[in-house]
Every structure is written in structure tokens, then in C-alpha cells.
């Protein structure tokens, strides 16, 4: 079946999506973007996904492009006509087409581009029972990473230096030897039995819906979450490490720069954040654990 894309306002298929060639996404990337998972046809913490956009759109100076409700009914739309029951939905916002210029144009609308692919979610629950590498790498962002910006370029950099070195994923690492977060995740440590140690909320990361959604797991489960910066040394000395996005969920760090974590293998917390946090999606969508493969091993 042929996937389906919106843009601005219409539904087409993928192969004939476009945008003006003066969109300043395209030319500045002055635009922000939301990536929502779904499960059994149920968008994930929709809500927060919508208000985090909205943030974006806000500090960035871009006037929201449609009416929430309206946005939930295109995103319903979207996974529908894609035929999605386990995936992802891609939001884009950009300030809309204008003549090339720096300064915000006078007058123009922004343009809202959807997409939706499906996730095969048994191949990272398969993943997350053996863990995954990371390397650490300077973190050379603009000094906003709490803005879902479309300008990524230095993420991509990380990203494509971890896959080079055979790793999963880069911690972005600042001037003080402190981890920010990964390039496309955020970063947490276990330094003691019961803890969990992430970087606290600013300008210096983004404020990722699943480590919302894990924070509120971990206590829960009676975990203790310390929101602190940690470093690269605290981080290869810890019990545990693991990461966190929207289609990870918590993805147990084995090792860092080569250097094993812990015992060199997904270590409890973990592995209880991870069951509790799944648990957490089967009473918001319904799915049951026969209906994604591995899951009834966690």
C-alpha cells in the first residue's frame, strides 16, 4: 500500500509530497517538529506531544497553524489512511514561503507536513534484552535544545560518528565534562541501587514525553529520581545506564566509549522501567502483551 503524507492542507501520496522551494524550513530550518508513537492505533501521550509543539511554536514565534482539535483529527486521519496500528507519526511546522530574507516575513502561513511509518516494536524490545553501546562526543548545539528545532545538523554529526564506531547512539558531553543527552535521546545513570540519576530540565536539553513518562514509573516503582548533571567518568563507574526516546522507551547502555557498564549487561532498574513503562502503554491503548512478540518476556 502506498503511504500517505499531509501537507499544507491536502493528503497525497509520499512520492508526490513537496514544499515550495522558499519554505524557510527548507531554507533555515526555521521550523520545529513533534515524532509521536502509536500503539494498537492509540497515539501515545498525545496531549504532551501537542503541548511540547506548542512550546516549540511559541518560543520560536510561529503562530499555531491549526486549532488542536482540528490537529487530532488530521493526526487520526494520517495513521488512518497509512493504516498504522504499531508506528510513528512525524509532525513538521515551519514559519511558512517567503521571499529569502533572515528577518520573519510580514505575512505568510505556516505549513504543517504529517507522516507515519510503521514500527516493528518486537525488534527493540529484541535490542533492549542485550543492550546497546554508546560514545561520547562534544556537544556542539546552539545554546536552545528545549525548542524541537528542524535544525539538527549538528545531532546528525553525533549520530552518524556513533554509527561509524559500530555504537547505538552519542552522548553529547559540554564544556565541563557534564552528559547533556544523546543525540536523538535523553541519558540517564543508576550510580546506586534505587536511583536514578538525568539531567535536569532547561535549555540544555530537550524535555523528552517518555522521560516524563519514566520519571513517573520509576515512582511508582519506588525508585528515587535525582534530576542533576553527571559526568562522563560518573557515568562508566555507575551499577547501570540506559536511554530514553519515543520509540525506545528505556534502552539499557551497556557500555560507553568501549567501557562496560556495571556488569556489561542490562541491569535490573532498567529492566523494571522498562516492563512498568510497557505496563503503562497496555492500560492506555489496550494492547495485550500476545500481541507484540517479546513482550511477555520483560
Known amino acids: 500500500m502506498p503511504r500517505i503524507a499531509y501537507v499544507d492542507g491536502r493528503y497525497v501520496p509520499l512520492r508526490q509530497a513537496a514544499i515550495h522551494i522558499e519554505d524557510r524550513g527548507y531554507q533555515f530550518a526555521d521550523g520545529v517538529y513533534e515524532v509521536c508513537a502509536v500503539v494498537n492505533g492509540v497515539i501515545l501521550d498525545m496531549d504532551a506531544h501537542l503541548d511540547r509543539l506548542d512550546r516549540s511554536l511559541h518560543e520560536l514565534r510561529i503562530r499555531q497553524p491549526l486549532e488542536r482539535t482540528a490537529l487530532r483529527v488530521v493526526m487520526r486521519e494520517t495513521l488512518r489512511r497509512n493504516r498504522i496500528r504499531h508506528g510513528i507519526i512525524y509532525i513538521q511546522v515551519t514559519r511558512g514561503v517567503a521571499r529569502r530574507d533572515h528577518p520573519f516575513p510580514a505575512a505568510s502561513h505556516p505549513v504543517v507536513v504529517m507522516t507515519a511509518r510503521s514500527v516493528d516494536f518486537s525488534r527493540i524490545i529484541e535490542r533492549a534484552a542485550l543492550g546497546v553501546p554508546v560514545i561520547t562526543v562534544p556537544d556542539q548545539r546552539w545554546a536552545r535544545r528545549d525548542i524541537k528545532s528542524i535544525s539538527l545538523l549538528p545531532n546528525v554529526l553525533a549520530k552518524q560518528t556513533a554509527y561509524e564506531k559500530g555504537a547505538y547512539e552519542a552522548w553529547l558531553v559540554d ?10 535521546t535523553n541519558a540517564w545513570i543508576v550510580p546506586t541501587e534505587g ?104
Request: a neutral charge; zero cysteines.
Open 175 to 184: 564544556d565541563d565534562g557534564h552528559v547533556t543527552e544523546g543525540s536523538s
Open 195 to 298: 536511583v536514578l540519576v538525568t539531567r535536569p530540565l532547561g535549555p540544555d536539553i530537550l524535555a523528552g514525553v517518555t522521560r516524563a513518562g519514566l520519571v513517573e514509573v520509576a515512582r511508582k516503582v519506588g525508585m528515587r529520581v535525582e534530576e542533576r548533571t553527571f559526568t562522563v567518568t560518573e557515568a562508566k563507574k555507575s551499577r547501570e545506564a540506559f536511554l530514553s526516546s519515543t520509540t525506545n522507551f528505556a534502552m539499557p547502555v551497556v557500555s560507553v566509549d568501549g567501557e562496560p557498564i556495571g556488569t556489561g549487561k542490562p541491569g535490573s532498574a532498567t529492566r523494571a522501567l522498562l516492563k512498568g513503562y510497557w505496563q503503562r502503554i497496555m492500560d492506555e491503548t489496550g494492547v495485550t502483551a500476545s500481541d507484540i512478540p517479546g513482550l511477555a518476556k520483560l
